[in-house]
């Protein structure tokens, strides 16, 4: 299907490669079929932030064969126009929103490369996934659902603009750098959210902190070299999931390293967990130098560490697994103190929910991720990320995790700070979409905020008077390879979608 459309679309460059037998059976009779074709379309193109540009021409080939204007920023967003269908053209413009990239996970031993292979496509029962990869429903069904919209002749909707952003994993840099005065549109509807049954009508702002401390390299006094890697979390996304209580690698893996360091006279030579600041990870591992006799004792306290943290995590991350394996030693190791003091603040620095929102049942209103780390080049590097509804939460948060990076004896700086999106329920496109839903459906749809950075927030900063909301189906495990969506799902989104539109 998608290499039919490519044919179509007369594309050379950038064509999405002919999909396997098993994709093929994976979509076989899914509706609604003017949606997912371009989704199977955009999975068989390799999409990570940062390399959007052949998505992108697959969205502008589409535009050029139905004749459609479509305008390129400087950042590399796409913007669409479409006119009205017959009789909509006093209606207000809308514009649909989503981004190309996708978060680039796979298991360890999933023989995979994000810049060159498309996403393999598999099925059970009502769900979608991926087979040892992140899906990229997040945020393909979005951008799909915007692709069939551009394409339909059928719908009866008033001027139309789709967006298409990049880089919206890692930096939101295509929201942020999006060119003002290039949308006309009154309404914004972002095609991000995750949660059925549900609008979005608001977002949590963030901002990112990163702990880096220079260190001195040596060689090793032990001869012989063991990793000892945390493994079998659950992970997720550092605003959606934060509130499950599921483990922290990272932390973790400070954890073990202490007890280690403590019972052995072992030293340091590598440090790496975490994929990416908005992620809570799910794996890390350190190499140690140590004596080859060590290995029992190594393995002793990795067990007996293990123990504590599952009974501490319990049934939020049941799976969590601390293993030593023999590996060549280190060619150069840090000092124990450097590495006591880093292992102190991995497993030190706080991590999950902050406080609660007092106003909206059930939203976190402050939170803090540790992300990632790495010893790199003689330097321990920690990023970490704070989220909050409010500024002013936001700002307390950041200090606190800067306060205790320093403190450990690490330099502390702030980057990639993005603005949140206060709820407006009473807007017009609220009040619009609620009507249809409860049309459609027979009850009313579940008004929420995220605590995680959407575009809406940055875009609406830019484009102030704009309304706006976020709507989709349900996808779950987000920025994991366990990432799923539910199929029925689709088709009640795309109903409620076209609906919308014909409404505005």
């Known amino acids: 299907m998608a290499r039919a459309l490519a044919a179509q679309l007369g594309r050379g460059a950038g064509e999405p490669k002919k999909l396997t037998e098993r994709a093929q059976l994976a979509m076989a009779g899914v509706e609604p079929q003017e949606l997912w074709k371009h989704f199977e379309a955009l999975a068989a193109i390799p999409r990570p932030?940062?390399?959007?540009?052949?998505?992108?021409?697959?969205?502008?080939?589409?535009?050029?064969?139905?004749?459609?204007e479509s305008v390129q920023d400087e950042a590399g967003n796409l913007v669409v126009r479409k006119p009205a269908h017959a009789g909509r053209e006093s209606a207000a413009t809308t514009a649909l929103q989503a981004h190309l990239d996708m978060v680039c996970e796979k298991n360890e031993g999933t023989q995979f490369d994000f810049t060159r292979d498309g996403i393999r496509l598999l099925r059970r029962g009502e769900w979608?996934?991926?087979?040892?990869?992140?899906?990229?429903?997040?945020?393909?069904?979005?951008?799909?659902?915007?692709?069939?919209?551009?394409?339909?002749?059928?719908?009866?909707?008033?001027?139309?603009?789709?967006?298409?952003?990049?880089?919206?994993?890692?930096?939101?840099?295509?929201?942020?750098?999006?060119a003002t005065g290039l949308l006309h549109a009154r309404y914004l509807v972002n095609l991000d959210n995750e949660e059925k049954g549900t609008l979005c009508i608001g977002c949590a702002g963030g901002v990112n902190t990163r702990a880096r401390r220079k260190v001195a390299m040596q060689p090793p006094q032990a001869r012989a070299g063991f990793r000892i890697k945390v493994s079998g979390l659950r992970g997720g996304h550092s605003g959606v999931d934060i509130h499950l209580g599921r483990g922290n690698a990272v932390r973790i893996l400070g954890g073990v390293l202490l007890e280690v360091l403590d019972a052995l006279s072992a030293e340091?030579?590598?440090?790496?967990?975490?994929s990416a600041y908005n992620a809570i990870p799910r794996e890390a591992w350190a190499v140690v130098a140590a004596e080859a006799s060590d290995e029992t004792r190594l393995r002793e306290i990795a067990d007996s560490y293990a123990l504590v943290v599952r009974a501490d995590l319990g049934s939020f991350d049941p799976e969590v697994s601390i293993t030593v394996e023999p590996v060549e030693p280190p060619a150069q190791v840090i000092s124990q103190a450097e590495a006591r003091r880093a292992a102190e603040l991995m497993s030190s620095l706080p991590h999950g929910v902050l406080a609660m929102s007092p106003d909206v049942e059930g939203l976190v209103q402050n939170s803090t991720n540790v992300a990632t780390v790495g010893l790199r080049d003689g330097v321990v590097e920690i990023v970490t990320s704070q989220r909050s509804a409010l500024e002013p939460s936001r700002e307390l948060a950041k200090r606190m995790v800067a306060c205790a990076c320093r403190l450990a004896g690490f330099e502390a700086e702030h980057w990639g700070e993005y603005p949140g999106w206060r709820p407006q329920p009473e807007s017009e496109i609220v009040q619009c979409a609620k009507a249809v839903y409860e049309g459609l459906y027979g009850a009313s749809p579940k008004l929420i905020a995220m605590h995680a950075g959407l575009e809406t927030g940055v875009l609406g900063k830019k484009y102030p008077g704009m309304q706006m909301i976020a709507v989709g189906p349900q996808i779950e495990n987000p920025h994991s390879p366990a990432e799923r969506v539910e199929i029925a799902s689709v088709a009640e989104f795309w109903r409620f979608l076209t609906a919308l539109l014909e409404r505005l």
Request: hydrophobic letters at 40%; a negative charge.
């Open 268 to 274: 340091v030579g590598g440090l790496e967990g975490g």
């Open 49 to 68: 932030s940062g390399r959007e540009q052949a998505a992108r021409e697959y969205v502008r080939g589409l535009a050029a064969r139905h004749k459609l």
């Open 128 to 178: 979608l996934y991926a087979d040892g990869t992140t899906l990229g429903a997040d945020n393909g069904i979005g951008a799909a659902a915007a692709l069939a919209v551009l394409e339909s002749s059928t719908i009866q909707h008033g001027p139309m603009e789709f967006v298409f952003t990049v880089e919206e994993e890692t930096t939101l840099h295509g929201a942020s750098n999006f």
